[in-house]
Nanobody, 116 residues
Framework: QVQLVESGGGLVQPGGSLRLSCAAS????????MSWYRQAPGKGRELVAR????????NYADSVKGRFTISRDNAKNTMYLQMNSLKPEDTAVYYC?????????WGKGTQVTVSS
């Protein structure tokens, strides 16, 4: 059974940091490109960051470049998103996504709220 389980979300003040984790099971994690998406209230789901299967290449949405860092540990079947200098506009549900070719999986999401 495929599972992607996000954790690490919560309430943080502007300028603060959070580290999200995505624990994967039920598929060959190291063969899949992994991504973080987010969806704010009333908005569509948007790509935040993506990392290739071996971790050799990453890309980011312009809105998070220089503040967020995506990484993965294939030995632990886990992906991470380090989020620094958080802004109120980063408030959203953050989703983990795995893709290989036409096969993809989604996690259920973790809420991140940036507010004073």
């Amino acid at each position: 059974q495929v599972q992607l389980v996000e954790s690490g979300g919560g309430l943080v003040q502007p300028g603060g940091s959070l580290r999200l984790s995505c624990a994967a099971s039920g598929f060959t994690f190291s063969s899949y490109a992994m991504s973080w998406y987010r969806q704010a209230p009333g908005k569509g789901r948007e790509l935040v960051a993506r990392i290739t299967s071996a971790g050799g290449s990453t890309n980011y949405a312009d809105s998070v470049k220089g503040r967020f860092t995506i990484s993965r540990d294939n030995a632990k079947n886990t992906m991470y998103l380090q989020m620094n200098s958080l802004k109120p506009e980063d408030t959203a549900v953050y989703y983990c996504h795995a893709q290989r070719g036409l096969t993809w999986y989604w996690g259920k999401g973790t809420q991140v709220t940036v507010s004073s």
